[in-house]
Every structure is written in structure tokens, then in C-alpha cells.
């Protein structure tokens, strides 16, 4: 197969330095994101997939420290660009999308013009091309009777309608790439739907590759053909979609699985990880899910797990891969 | 059933006015709960799911008398509770209880663990002595250390917190228990934690729950019964088997194929009805059935006529112009 | 070559040993102590600290030990300067400077606990009750508060202090009448939010009536913005009362406050300097102080920097 390769992240570590400590967000994950391709990147709180992302767009306060060995997007080395060289960049080639449009929406324009003036500061486009532009994208996520919503201050939309616009200023500038993060989180279930599938539509219209952020495996499930999952800042383990919800080997994905209601009508007791969300504040050396994992081994306190691949796609990091270490079989299975 | 329901709200509607209350000018009415009526019976965990906005929380509340309802009447165990006033309401108090939503706003950041589960315990006539002895029981029975008691509550995570909420409810010993949205706020993994919690509480102490959720798979998961709302109306109200397998309103169908299945193929395999358009301003709700401006099967009688909550069989009550006539 | 870790790396780690690493680590804080431990950090608001309670301290004892009293004149030594004998000097009447600024800060340091106390209880009530039992009640209240910001308050101060004379009692009493307001707004505005906080229902389920939620839930949860307003309240109504007695119209003779005292250090300005100099150094350097406490509380109460 000839993907081209869009995105490539190698070992990027993003460290808080605050007054109590250092807060290790991203302990060295390295993914990559195929064109027309979208992967899905799921966790819970303190997991570190938002601010990954946010560390590779370089939205993150000065006291963040990033590193990585190697970044490359669309063949751009971007691993020592400066801060507005990635801005510049990203702004035109990688959309965004938040979990909360009206913290990204200025509440005293309306949508039209601010869409406008974002398209005539960064394209540097006419007024006449701008207002064209607008409605067209208006458009293109089925915002309807654009001409009236145009004018309308973000307020006075629905939080479904303001997460269109923000798709909408997302792919203005017909990125390759748009991150979602968390964009149907704050949603109702059936708003959320009609989000899943304007996004979807969008990649089959436009060719773009999406980054979606969330805690939501069902999200997940119908949206991506490629699942990363992060815990503790680490990625624990990562494959196709169907290698990852029909054969996890990582008990922390076992656990995620499990602890939503797996059939349909099964009122059997649901089996949750024990214990609490891991400290990111100076955290032990082991494996970062060690705490509440229900097979944790002596080793798995002295170092981190390195990778394992189990196919092309599909990796790994857990001790229990290892040759010494017993046998534990994921008794989920397919649903 | 023969037994009297524990719960019986008969036509409860709820209104709020909502603008400026000197001027009186640009006052307006919002009906978060129109002419509700539901039974709810000693050990059976009700669960209520609906978008926000749908009313499902003032409901909630109201059944617990924190609201006072505009009209209709709410019985408990068959007692006229419907316009007690917090006095007469006094002791029936410790008999309902309640489960927040939000962990971190639901305890008060200034009080200690022990002070916040006891808070209940205050008009009761227990001892110090045995209250604390009280205390460290709830804390046990909720899976927390003893230890913690003289804690506050930002140093506990979120799945911690709604355990000491819990054990806070569970103080003055309640029968009836509303669950706010108790698990939306916290972690996946930590959801599951909570949940089988409260079922093994009660399967232990044999409590009744009214369980309000947006997430149909839990609360399919952990209910007997479920009713459906949208807009401030019960729309459907079914055994939960029944309801999910033979969900008969358009909304209830809309919703449930709107949950994503954590399964790529069943994903894939679905059919999602796709609902166009949002929630109306509950200010200004549609004539007729309140759904019928976003439903896919509406006809012209849906404008004219509100249509009647029917039982069609089995306990399933379904209001919609195109079933059971 | 990695060394092949041996078997007993791959034993299960036994349950009890688990159990023993959950434990909370961190020490327990309450929301005043984490307060203090924040507020200690500040170095000007801890040196504000410092200033006036040993401000304080010498207000009260300092005169115990003093030879002189506040109102003997010396005939003999009629606006001396600083000496080892007269610290700061000795006034137009010939009495000690020194003790006269001592029982100066009194006066003043009582005038701004006691107004910003009383503010404090005033404002905390008329806020609270407005905030909480909302709706027309509110309005009204605060339509009064309102028409009480709009009038200019030195006028009716004056006006106030014409009538009832020029002592300690009206001082205080015309402090108290217009400052409470700002006290009043904001515990007003903390309550109104706060009420909406699931844990009030909580509390109503528990059992609490209207007064218990409001004295155990909602006052003390808005204590943090109070005491900032009020750690404010204090230098200002020390310089009111410093204004005032400037003015002529505050403390009589022979009491001295550190404003009449500047008041009478006018007259002397060009031949005796420092009789200016002490008690306007007294009234800065307080001023300076409490503000400095006031900025670290500040910082130190704001929920936004907690953690």
C-alpha cells in the first residue's frame, strides 16, 4: 500500500515544572498519522492525550517543557522550529477543534465575521473572497440558512450549532489534518451523532485525516480504523481498531472495555478498575498503570515496559508480554 | 402490581419564571415538567434518561420535595407529600435521599469528611460517640479508609468524592434515593466502580432508586424500569427489557440508535436515525406533541394535539399519535 | 545483551502489599491552613504583618513604659528635636512625640478594627440575607445600597460630626454608616452564587433550615472575598479618621490621633519639620503594611490559585 505518511511523532515528553513538583503529562510516546486516515487516541483524565497534541501544536504555557526526537508533518521537519514557525504552519495545514466552542468563539462578533477575519488575517484573503468563503463553509457543515446565522452572536447559537462553526473555522484553510478534542463531549447523544457524522462526511469531502480525542470507546469504535491508547502519559498500546476492541493484550485496554455494560440487556455487575486515576506528579518508575493493574508482577515496578509488536499495527507495552511472565488471557473476547 | 409504589406522582408539572421580578416585564414561564405522573415501587431502581434540558433533574428534585411542584401531587409511601411545608417535611427527610452529579460541588469545601457525612445526623438524637462510630461505618461500607475522616474534600479524586457523597446519603438511613447523573462526571473506569456500588447497596439494604442519567447503557444496565423524556414530558416508560427491545416513541428510537457502541462492527452495522435540528426553547415549545418538530414520522395531527401517555401492554406506556390507535 | 530478569520478577505483587501503597500521601490541609501556608510565602504581606502588630503591641504597652504621659507638657523643652531623651522629639506644648504617636496609633488602629469589624458584620448580615432569600427582598436591599454608594459620604460625615460632636463614638459611628456597603455587595454576590452549588441542596436534604444553610454553608464559604474587602476597610477608615482629625473636625485635644497630630504639626512646619515627619511616616507606613496583608490575602484566599 502507498499511504503517504502525514504526521510523525517520535518520543515527544511534555513536562509541567510547577511549585510542587514536575508534572511528567507525556512520558515519551511516539505515533503517526497516515493521509485520509483517522485515529483515534483514547484515555481518561491525567492521561495525556490533550496535551500530547496541544504540545505538538505548541498551544501549551511557557512553564511546559517539550521535547521529542523527531516531528515530522507533511515531510516538514518541525522537531526545532520555533514556536511561530509551527503557529504558521499549523494554522494553515492542522485544524483544530475543543471540547468547548464558546471558549474559542469571541462572544462580542458574530460568527460570520469572525470566520471572516480569520480567513483575511491568516489567507490574506479580499473581503468579497472572505464573505464567498464563509458561506461556503457555512455550508459545508450543514449549518442551515447560513445567510441568518451568519449574523448571529455565538450565544444565540445551540452548542451543536457553535460546534459546526468551529469545524467550519477548523477546515477554512483546507488542512490535511484536523485534532479533535473531545468535540462531543459536552453534547447531548443525539447532537453528538450529528457531530460523528458531519465529521465523517467531512473526510470523504475535503481528504482530511482526523486526530480524535476522547474517553468515548463507542465514539471511537465508529469513527477510526486506528486506535491509540493512552494511560499515565504513556501510550500502552496501540492498533487497528479491531485489534484493539477484539484482541486488547493490555490490561489497562481489558479494563476499559470491561467497565462499560458489554452486551446488550446484560445486567451482570460491571468489573472496574480498582483504585484512582495515577498522580502525574513525580510519578514511580514502573509501568504507570502498575497501581490498578490486576496482574501487576514485581517488575513492573522497576522499569518501564518496552514495546512489543504483536503485527505491523499493533504495539504494545506490558511486561505480561514478556517470555517469563505467566499467561493471562483477555476472557472478553468479541462481544 | 398490587403493592402501593413507595413513589406515585400524579400529573406533576413544574414551572419556573424566568426575568426580572420588580419590573415584572419580560417575564416569562418555563415548564421544566408537564403533567409527569409516575410510580416508582420499593426496591426498583427507575431510571430516567432525556437530553438536558428535558427536565429529568427538576423531576428528580421534585420528587424529593427540594422543588415544590406547581400543581399535581406527589404521595410518598402513600403520605400526601405534595405541599408539606420544610417543617412538616422534617421527618421525612432522612427517608430520601439524594446523589449529585457534580463531586467537587456537591460537598462543602470548608467541612471535613466526618462533619459532611454527619451533617444528616445533626437533628437526629445519636451522641457524638456514636456518630463518629456512624461515620466510620459509612466510610468502610463506601470502600474508603477510616482514616480519612478529618480530611477535606480536595484532597479526595472524583470516584473518592461520590463515594463520600454516597456515604453522606446513606447516613440518616434512607429508602429512597434520587442518583443525579452520578457517574457523568467522573473516568470511565471509575464509573463502573460507582455503579456496582449502588447495586450492591442495594441488594444489601434494599433501597429504591430513581436513577437519572444521559447514558442509556448504564442506565439499562442497572434498571427495572425506565421512562423516557423530552421537553418536560414523559414520552415512554417501560420494564427496561421491554423498553430497549421494543422501544415504540420516535424519540426513544432516535436516542437509543444515537448511543455509540464501543464495537466496530456492530457500529458499523447499525442504523442511525439521525435527528435533524435541536432541542426547542423550552420557553416557546411546539403545539401539540413537543417532539414533532424534530420527529422524522410526524403527521399534521402532532401540530394540533398533545398526545396521551397509553399503556399498550405490559406496563409500556408510550405517548405518540402513531401507536395504540 | 540485556540480562533475562529472573522468575521471581514475574511473581504477582500479593494484595496486602498493594492495599499499603494507596494511602493518601499528602498531609491534610484545611482551607485556612493552606491559606496561612501560602500567605507566608508573600514576604511584603508577612513584613506588613510584622509592622503593624508590633504596631499593635506598642500601642498597647508602649505607653506603660514611657516616662512621660501623653497630655504633660514640658515647659522646659518646647519643640525639641529627635534626641535620646525625647525619641521623636517633643511637640509646640513641650510633650514627648514618641507617646503622643503611641496613643495616636491606638486611636487610629482601634478606629480601623473596630469600623472594619462592625463593617465586616454589617455587610456579611445585609449581604447575605439579600443574597440568599433573592428575588424582590434582594432587589430592594440592594436599590438601598445603592442610593447609600451614590451620596457623597464626606458630606454627610461632616454633617454627621456637626451634630454629634467631635469624639471617638461619632467618628465610628460615621466610619460605619456608609463602608458596610462594599462588604454588603460582595458577600451579596458570593451568596447569590454559592446558593447554587449542589451542596446547599445537599445540606436541605440533610435536614438544614434556611438559617443553618446560610450560617454553616454559605458565610463561611464566602468568608475569603469578605476578609479581603474588610483587610481594605482598615486603612481606609484610618484614613478617614486621619483625614478627619486633619480637617479639624476628628479627635480633640488634648487625645492625639495621627491625623490632628499632622493637623498640628502645620503650624510648626518650616521651624520644627519632624513634627510633620513622624506621624505621616506612621500613617504611610501603616497604610503600606495593611494593603501589603491585603494583596497577599488576596492571592493567598483566591480559589483560582489553590493547589
Not at chain 1, 522499569?303 to 493471562?328: F, I, K
Not at chain 2, 430513581?210 to 425506565?226: A, E, N, P
Not at chain 2, 435540528?277 to 422524522?296: E, I, K, Q, Y
Not at chain 3, 498640628?264 to 518650616?270: F, G, Y
Request: aromatic share 6%; hydrophobic share 45%.
Amino acid at each position: 500500500m502507498s499511504t503517504k505518511r502525514l504526521l510523525e511523532i517520535d518520543n515527544l515528553t511534555t513536562t509541567f515544572h510547577i511549585h510542587v513538583g514536575q508534572v511528567q503529562a507525556v512520558r515519551g510516546i511516539s505515533l503517526h498519522v497516515d493521509q485520509g486516515e483517522a485515529v483515534g487516541i483514547v484515555g481518561e483524565s491525567g492521561s495525556g492525550k490533550s496535551v500530547s497534541m496541544l504540545s505538538l501544536m505548541r498551544l501549551l504555557p511557557d512553564y511546559a517543557r517539550i521535547s521529542a526526537d523527531r516531528i515530522l508533518f507533511e515531510g516538514q521537519d518541525l522537531t526545532h522550529a520555533s514556536v511561530d514557525q509551527v503557529r504558521r504552519l499549523s494554522g494553515d495545514r492542522i485544524g483544530m477543534v475543543f471540547q468547548d466552542p464558546m471558549t474559542s468563539l469571541n462572544p462580542l462578533m458574530t460568527i460570520g465575521r469572525q470566520m471572516q477575519e480569520t480567513l483575511r488575517v491568516h489567507r490574506k484573503m479580499s473581503r468579497a473572497d472572505a464573505a464567498r468563503r464563509v458561506r461556503e463553509l457555512l455550508g459545508l457543515v450543514d449549518i442551515p440558512d447560513p445567510d441568518s446565522r451568519q449574523k448571529q452572536y455565538p450565544h444565540e447559537l445551540s452548542g451543536g450549532m457553535r460546534q459546526r462553526v468551529m469545524i467550519g473555522m477548523a477546515i477554512a484553510s483546507n488542512p490535511s489534518l484536523v485534532i479533535a478534542d473531545e468535540p462531543t463531549t459536552a453534547l447531548d447523544v443525539t447532537i453528538q451523532a450529528q457531530i460523528l457524522a458531519l465529521l465523517k462526511g467531512l473526510m470523504d469531502k475535503i481528504g482530511t485525516s482526523i486526530i480524535l480525542i476522547t474517553h468515548d470507546l463507542g465514539v471511537i469504535a465508529g469513527m477510526c480504523s486506528r486506535v491509540v491508547v493512552m494511560y499515565g502519559g504513556c501510550i500502552v498500546e496501540e492498533g487497528l481498531s479491531r485489534e484493539i476492541f477484539y484482541t486488547p493484550r493490555h490490561p489497562y485496554t481489558w479494563g476499559l472495555l470491561r467497565s462499560v455494560p458489554r452486551k446488550e440487556g446484560d445486567h451482570a455487575p460491571l468489573i472496574p478498575i480498582q483504585g484512582t486515576p495515577p498522580d502525574l506528579i513525580n510519578p514511580p518508575p514502573g509501568c504507570p498503570f502498575e497501581p490498578r493493574c490486576p496482574h501487576a508482577m514485581r517488575i513492573c515496578r522497576t522499569a518501564m515496559p518496552g514495546v512489543t509488536r504483536l503485527s505491523d499495527t499493533h504495539r504494545l507495552r506490558c511486561y505480561l508480554m514478556d517470555e517469563g511472565a505467566p499467561r493471562v488471557a483477555w476472557e472478553g473476547g468479541r462481544a | 402490581m398490587t403493592a402501593q409504589p413507595l413513589i406515585r406522582a400524579d400529573r406533576v408539572s413544574m414551572q419556573f419564571t424566568v426575568g426580572s421580578s420588580i419590573t415584572r416585564a419580560r417575564r416569562r414561564v418555563l415548564t421544566a415538567v408537564d403533567q409527569v405522573s409516575l410510580d416508582i415501587h420499593r426496591g426498583e431502581t427507575f431510571g430516567l434518561v432525556g437530553e438536558s434540558g428535558c427536565g429529568k433533574t427538576t423531576l428528580g428534585r421534585l420528587l424529593v420535595r427540594l422543588y415544590r411542584p406547581t400543581s399535581g401531587t406527589i404521595l410518598y409511601d402513600g403520605q400526601d407529600i405534595t405541599s408539606l411545608t420544610p417543617q412538616q417535611m422534617m421527618p421525612l427527610r432522612r427517608k430520601m435521599q439524594m446523589i449529585f452529579q457534580d463531586p467537587y460541588a456537591s460537598l462543602d469545601p470548608r467541612m471535613t469528611v466526618s462533619t459532611i457525612i454527619a451533617e444528616p445526623l445533626r437533628r437526629t438524637d445519636m451522641d457524638r460517640a456514636r456518630v463518629d462510630a456512624r461515620v466510620r461505618e459509612l466510610l468502610t461500607l463506601v470502600g474508603l479508609d477510616e482514616n480519612h475522616a478529618r480530611r477535606y474534600p480536595h484532597e479526595f479524586s472524583g470516584g473518592q468524592r461520590q463515594r463520600i457523597g454516597i456515604a453522606r446519603a446513606l447516613a440518616a438511613g434512607p429508602e429512597f434515593i434520587v442518583c443525579d447523573e452520578p457517574i457523568s462526571a467522573l473516568d470511565v473506569s471509575i464509573q463502573a466502580q460507582v455503579v456496582n456500588m449502588l447495586e450492591e447497596l442495594q441488594q444489601r439494604l434494599g433501597f429504591t432508586y430513581l436513577f437519572v442519567s444521559h447514558d442509556l447503557s448504564m442506565v439499562r444496565h442497572i434498571s427495572h424500569r425506565v421512562g423516557v423524556m423530552y421537553l418536560g414530558h414523559m414520552v415512554e416508560m417501560a420494564p427496561v427489557d421491554e423498553l430497549f427491545t421494543h422501544m415504540a416513541h420516535p424519540y426513544t428510537q432516535a436516542l437509543m440508535s444515537a448511543v455509540p457502541i464501543a464495537d466496530p462492527d456492530a457500529s458499523a452495522a447499525s442504523q442511525r436515525i439521525i435527528l435533524q435540528g435541536d432541542v426547542p426553547n423550552p420557553m416557546a415549545p411546539p403545539s401539540g406533541c413537543p417532539f414533532r418538530t424534530r420527529c422524522p414520522v410526524v403527521m399534521p395531527v402532532c401540530a394540533d394535539q398533545k398526545p396521551a401517555l397509553l399503556d399498550i401492554g405490559g406496563g409500556h406506556w408510550v405517548a405518540c399519535h402513531r401507536v395504540g390507535t | 545483551m540485556q540480562a533475562q530478569p529472573d522468575a521471581a520478577a514475574y511473581e504477582f505483587i500479593p494484595e496486602a502489599e498493594r492495599k499499603a501503597a494507596e494511602q493518601l500521601s499528602r498531609p491534610s490541609l484545611s482551607y485556612w491552613q493552606d491559606a496561612w501556608r501560602r500567605l507566608k510565602k508573600d514576604k511584603l504581606a508577612m513584613l506588613g504583618l510584622a509592622f503593624v502588630a508590633l504596631m499593635g503591641l506598642m500601642a498597647i504597652f508602649g505607653p506603660l513604659f514611657s516616662p512621660y504621659a501623653y497630655d504633660y507638657s514640658d515647659f522646659s523643652a518646647i519643640s525639641q528635636g529627635p534626641s535620646a531623651k525625647h525619641w521623636f522629639g517633643t511637640d509646640a506644648l513641650g510633650r514627648d512625640l514618641f507617646v503622643r504617636i503611641l496613643y495616636g496609633a491606638r486611636i487610629s488602629l482601634a478606629i480601623g478594627l473596630v469600623s472594619a469589624l462592625v463593617n465586616m458584620i454589617i455587610g456579611v448580615v445585609y449581604g447575605g440575607v439579600a443574597g440568599f432569600v433573592g428575588g424582590r427582598t434582594d432587589n430592594i436591599m440592594m436599590r438601598i445600597v445603592d442610593i447609600l454608594i451614590a451620596l457623597p459620604s464626606l458630606l454627610y460625615i461632616v454633617i454627621l460630626m456637626m451634630f454629634m460632636g467631635s469624639n471617638i463614638r461619632s467618628i465610628l459611628i460615621a466610619l460605619c454608616i456608609s463602608s458596610w456597603v462594599g462588604t454588603a455587595r460582595i458577600t451579596r454576590s458570593q451568596v447569590v452564587s454559592l446558593k447554587q452549588q449542589e451542596y446547599v441542596l445537599s445540606a436541605r436534604l440533610a435536614g438544614a433550615s434556611n438559617w443553618e444553610i446560610l450560617i454553616r454553608h454559605l458565610l463561611p464559604n464566602s468568608m475569603g472575598p469578605v476578609i479581603v474587602s474588610v483587610t481594605f476597610l482598615i486603612p481606609s477608615a484610618i484614613f478617614s479618621e486621619a483625614f478627619l482629625s486633619f480637617l479639624g473636625i476628628g479627635i480633640q485635644k488634648p487625645m492625639a490621633s495621627w491625623g490632628s497630630l499632622a493637623n498640628d504639626a502645620i503650624e510648626t512646619l518650616r521651624s520644627a519639620p519632624y513634627q510633620m515627619f513622624f506621624p505621616v511616616a506612621a500613617i504611610s507606613l501603616t497604610m503600606f503594611s495593611l494593603n501589603f496583608i491585603g494583596d497577599g490575602l488576596r492571592d493567598a484566599l483566591d480559589p483560582r490559585l489553590r493547589k
